[in-house]
């Protein structure tokens, strides 16, 4: 034990006396260690980002789609169908269920004239299952039944349209046909892309089916239901069973999961990313480490006179030896550690994972993952790098500090 700490004193001796040397060898090592570091960091933010965009197409992980239709094309009895899933769902105890009528079109009146809009009827509790964000105002709330003027959310050309009335000056629209009226706009939906340019409204379910009495043709519902991945196989069947039982002649229930997570290869596509940024994070470590060997080696040719009147003073080749090798990985660690540290003050910057990752709400902590693999590329890097000098020191001799 002695010895080992005699040799790292000695690592760190030479370390300070060639200060310059070691600096100019260690910054690529801090560079690439940091680059690794940084590689997998944002791989791991690429993951949650990837995650909350599919969440906003099919749900949080996992989500239960369950649909009703007719084999022969007539219209389902909603209403009836809404009476037997809540009565099955009440076994279950969901804790986030939506209901959610899509294909329908309403009446808009808009400065230009009445106009038709795409529309949907959804409970409020479909925000959280799909993280929808809103470019302005908020989302729909049970409260908002209550109302004189019901509350909507439109998508972003629709306020356009509408001129962009601020929210604050509580603008509304004027809804045409069944279930017409007046609606106030709480909130506005931002685009999905560019070129997106759809005009729809969103609607509360309950709010607008109190006003009519049928949905229009060609509608049709569906129900989701957020529950935990590790129960999403063991309830998705017993619920088709419960829901199948009793139903009418000619109609089916499809129960499935709509959440990226039960979609096939999603996972490989993260791994691919991962394992291809990795390998040129790897190979430019490599590149730094084959420098660092080089510039060691030379280093050694020019201490060859130190080394033998080391020996002379009765220096044991295993002090030589993990001497020269604890002074590389002693400057590879620290050079590492800096080179994180870096990569950690920068990725926790706010703005800059927000320019990276547009829209992401959860964003997680920097990843102990990512800081660990640079620091033990650090110490292999390390290793390697002074293993080899160091068994070019162990063939110094006394008789060589004379000739040098």
Do not use: C
């Amino acid at each position: 034990m002695t010895g080992f700490l005699g040799a790292l004193a000695d690592a760190w001796a030479e370390i300070r006396v060639h200060k310059l040397r070691v600096l100019l060898s260690l910054i690529g090592i801090a560079v690439s260690v940091g680059a690794l570091t940084a590689v997998v960091a944002i791989s791991e933010y690429q993951r949650q980002y990837q995650a909350e965009q599919s969440d906003r197409w099919g749900g949080r992980a996992a989500t239960i789609v369950v649909g009703v239709s007719s084999e022969e094309g007539e219209p389902v009895d909603i209403g009836d169908f809404d009476e037997r899933f809540e009565r099955v769902s009440e076994r279950f105890a969901f804790s986030h269920t939506a209901r959610i009528v899509q294909g329908m079109t309403v009446g808009v009146r808009l400065p230009e004239g009445i106009t038709d809009v795409n529309a949907r009827l959804m409970d409020p509790v479909y925000s959280q299952i799909h993280r929808e964000q809103l470019l302005e105002g908020r989302w729909l709330r049970d409260s908002d039944i209550e109302a004189l003027a019901p509350a909507v959310v439109i998508s972003e050309p629709l306020w356009d349209r509408l001129r962009r009335v601020p929210l604050t000056q509580h603008p509304i629209v004027t809804l045409t046909g069944a279930g017409g009226g007046t609606y106030q706009v709480v909130g506005v939906v931002p685009r999905q892309g560019f070129g997106d340019e759809e005009l729809r409204i969103d609607l509360l379910y309950d709010g607008y089916r109190d006003r009519v009495d049928a949905l229009p043709e060609g509608a049709w519902s569906q129900y989701e239901i957020w529950v935990g991945p590790e129960q999403a196989d063991e309830i998705g069947p017993v619920l088709a069973m419960d829901l199948r039982a009793g139903l009418p002649e000619g109609q089916t229930v499809s129960v499935s999961r709509s959440d990226w997570a039960a979609q096939p290869g999603t996972m490989e596509v993260q791994a691919t990313f991962e394992m291809v940024t990795g390998g040129i994070a790897a190979l430019i470590l490599a590149l730094g480490a084959l420098s660092l060997i080089n510039i060691q080696l030379v280093a050694m040719r020019q201490r060859v006179r130190e080394i033998g009147v080391r020996r002379a003073f009765g220096a044991s080749s295993g002090r030589v030896f993990f001497s020269v090798f604890l002074e590389s990985l002693v400057a590879t660690t620290v050079a590492g550690a800096i080179g994180i540290a870096i990569v950690v003050a920068v990725l926790r910057s706010d703005w800059l994972l927000t320019s990276m990752f547009v829209g992401m709400q959860d964003v997680p902590p920097f990843p102990m993952r990512a800081a660990l693999i640079g620091l033990v590329a650090s110490v292999i890097v390390g290793a390697v790098s002074g293993f080899i000098p160091a068994l070019v020191a162990l063939r110094v001799k006394v008789i060589d500090a004379i000739r040098f």
